[in-house]
């Protein structure tokens, strides 16, 4: 069964800088696009970064932007996000999720076939 296990979080303070990790598991993963989205206390699930199968094609929130850096190993099937210049609005918990149908690093989270469980980031003033 596929498995998406996102690591890396916790409580930062800001401006500082954090690495989350999404290993996933029971599918070819370098067929899938990849993308991390986020969820505050009390707000609804918006999209942070994607990225396509290659690495070749990136999407950015315009919040993140110049500050978040996705990237991806295809032979560890493993996708990053790192976390720079971080400020409380960051705070939140951060999913990933693997879309297998459109192949690009789309930012709509209903083209996502898999989720990970979530991993928690807190970003202290």
């Known amino acids: 069964q596929v498995q998406l296990v996102e690591s890396g979080g916790g409580l930062v303070q800001a401006g500082g800088s954090l690495r989350l990790s999404c290993a996933a598991s029971?599918?070819?993963?370098?067929?899938?696009?990849m993308g991390w989205f986020r969820q505050a206390p009390g707000k609804e699930r918006t999209f942070v970064a994607a990225?396509?199968?290659?690495?070749?094609?990136?999407n950015y929130a315009d919040s993140v932007k110049g500050r978040f850096t996705i990237s991806r190993d295809n032979a560890k099937n493993t996708v990053y996000l790192q976390m720079n210049s971080l400020n409380p609005e960051d705070t939140a918990v951060y999913y990933c999720?693997?879309?297998?149908?459109?192949?690009?690093?789309?930012?709509?989270?209903?083209?996502?076939?898999?989720w990970g469980q979530g991993t928690q980031v807190t970003v202290s003033s």
């Open positions: 999720a693997a879309d297998f149908r459109t192949g690009a690093p789309t930012a709509l989270d209903r083209h996502y076939d898999y």
């Open positions: 990225i396509n199968w290659s690495g070749g094609n990136i």
């Open positions: 029971g599918l070819t993963f370098s067929f899938y696009a």
